[in-house]
């Protein structure tokens, strides 16, 4: 007899990252969907890992993270904004920002709890409710230009709301948070029994002179929120998967029961190498936005002649581009099309959406060599 698997996540499949990753593979297509650089790290990050390989570091490190790495944080926090954040009790080392996301969500959320999410929405966010035994509450953010839509947030508040999700520079839209949006978001909270997660993976990448506005600035927000960075996106290194968590020192014990019982701790090397390198080169995050900016306008101004429509892009290594004066077909269809008849794979909105609008928008990666772009952006002209 077969025993039936109940599964805990029936409406999960594989992610669209995934997905369209394979897909490109199969069809030899260029890859302009999940995103990662087709370029490598810094070579003095990679020296600094080789080093540590060579020299011993290469054993379990504390499960909160090489104390090393947590100081360094600390201390990028206090020279780029004046804040204090303790490397003992409010930051930990987690094994990317998909694991702290995860960490977070289970030590605050509890059966019947509800969790707001602004549509479009991270794919990893829902599940790990799900597993925690929360409800996902999915608001979707003001089109056409991706706001939040702060009645409709008023409208879901309630006593049952355990956590507020938000992502800023926001992926897939790449769209940034204002301070304004930060204070907005505080009063509306202030009388619930409510934290707020926030995804802060691109901090780094903010355009046209923007700046990141982070839950660790906002005085009443730092107290009640978990704040998830990931090295994998500031150091062109998305394989390493280390990322950490800021969180106020109770939310951070209760943060640490989860992340001790789900990897323990994460990679050693590489740990040594970022601690060494976010001390020793801090030019190299803060030329990050710089340097996507440049690849961002490349690629614009490459796409110009085609016909594609593209929306703003003000943070993230994102861009996304409205396709309806070239077809009708819905986004998926469009980008097995376009990946498996034109040999540029994309990633559609829709998988991002409890309901999709209709609407005609997929989503480019731009952080890939000026040679890659060019390549696509020729193809993609001549649709
Ligand atoms: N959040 C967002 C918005 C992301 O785009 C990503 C990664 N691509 C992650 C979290 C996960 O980051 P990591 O690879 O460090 O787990
Ligand atoms: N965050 C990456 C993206 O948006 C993908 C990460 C993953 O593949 N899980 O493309």
């Known amino acids: 007899m077969t025993v039936p698997v109940h599964s805990k996540l029936p409406d999960v499949g594989t992610t669209i990252f995934t997905v369209m990753s394979k897909m490109a593979q199969d069809h030899g297509a260029i890859n302009l969907s999940q995103g990662f650089p087709d370029f490598e790290p810094d070579q003095r990050l990679l020296d600094r890992v080789i080093h540590h390989l060579a020299h011993g570091k290469n054993q379990y490190p504390p499960m909160t993270g090489v104390p090393e790495l947590r100081q360094a944080i ?58 925690s035994g929360g409800r996902t509450i999915h608001v979707p953010l003001a089109l056409p230009d991706y706001r ?13 709301t355990r956590l507020v999700i938000i992502n800023s520079p926001h992926n897939p839209t790449a769209t940034t948070l204002a301070s304004g949006d930060l204070d907005r978001l505080a009063e509306q909270i202030r009388p619930f029994d409510c934290r707020v997660l926030s995804d802060e993976v691109y901090e780094h990448i903010v355009f046209d002179g923007g700046r990141h506005h982070s839950v660790v600035d906002n005085p009443e927000l730092r107290e009640r929120s978990f704040a998830v960075f990931s090295f994998g996106k500031t150091y062109h290194a998305t394989g390493w998967k280390i990322g950490y968590c800021v969180a106020p020192a109770d939310l951070t014990v209760e943060f640490r029961k989860v992340h001790q019982y789900n990897v323990f701790t994460t990679v050693t090397p ?40 593209f929306l703003p892009s ?43 609008p209709d609407t005609r928008i997929i989503r480019f990666c731009f952080a890939k060599q000026d040679e890659t772009l060019a390549r696509a952006a020729e193809i993609l002209c001549a649709l």
């Open 74 to 131: 600390a201390g990028k926090f206090r020279l780029e904004g004046g804040l204090e954040v303790d490397p003992e009790s409010e930051i930990t080392i987690t094994s990317g920002a998909t694991e702290a996301l995860l960490c977070a969500i289970h030590a605050v959320v509890r059966p019947g709890d509800e969790v707001i999410v602004f549509d479009p929405a991270y794919d990893s966010y829902e599940p790990a409710v799900t597993l």
């Open 148 to 160: 939040i839509d702060w009645d409709a947030l008023a409208g879901v508040l309630n006593d049952r």
């Open 270 to 309: 590489m740990q040594w190498a970022l601690a060494d390198f976010v001390r020793e080169a801090p030019e190299n995050y803060r030329e990050l936005s710089a340097f996507y900016q440049v690849k961002r306008d490349y690629f614009r101004e490459r796409m110009e002649p085609s016909r594609f429509s």
């Open 314 to 356: 003000a943070g993230t290594y994102f861009q996304l581009a409205d396709y309806s004066a070239i077809s009708d077909l819905p986004d998926m269809e469009f980008a097995e099309w376009i990946t498996q008849e034109k040999g540029v794979a994309v990633i559609p909105l829709s998988p991002f959406y409890r309901d999709p």
